[in-house]
């Protein structure tokens, strides 16, 4: 199965599954869990939240174990919490502040969580054991997710 189309039919069981449901953790963890389970080059899938001005902490994800906090002026989940946009990395090892959680990951994607106002939740962070794994579609298909989330938890 191409890549198209395991994101149109992972996209097509978060919404779904998240259907009614307004609880933070309870929509990362399902779209963790269909991502990582559903797109063949996904080898760790998770969230890291904004817990306070310029922090970032681990939420739920898939895969090893993750670093637990992440300042925004590190890594490239903190360029993307400070850019509030997404960051495609087609090979980490070309990138100095990229921060290597497993030494098997070869590229990258993290996309921003963001409110109606732009402001930044949390990001969403995606590595592959393979390299170039991510492109275009990638980041169009997980901003599209990304979107769904934050109208939902701060309807709560
Ligand atoms: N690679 C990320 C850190 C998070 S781990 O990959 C799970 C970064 O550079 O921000």
Known sequence: MDKARQYELALQRIRALIEGETDAVALMA??????HHGLDHFDWTGFYRV???GVLKI??????HGCLTIPFDKGVCGKCAREARTQLVPDVTQ???HIACSGSTRSEIVVPVLDAAGRVHAVLDVDSDTLEAFDDTDARCL????QWLTPRFLSR
Not at 59 to 64: D, F
Not at 143 to 146: A, M, Q
């Open 59 to 64: 939420g739920p994800y898939q895969g090893g």
């Open 95 to 97: 990138l100095l502040y």
């Open 30 to 35: 399902t779209i963790v869990c269909e991502l």
């Open 143 to 146: 901003e599209t997710v990304c």
């Open 51 to 53: 817990v306070s001005p």
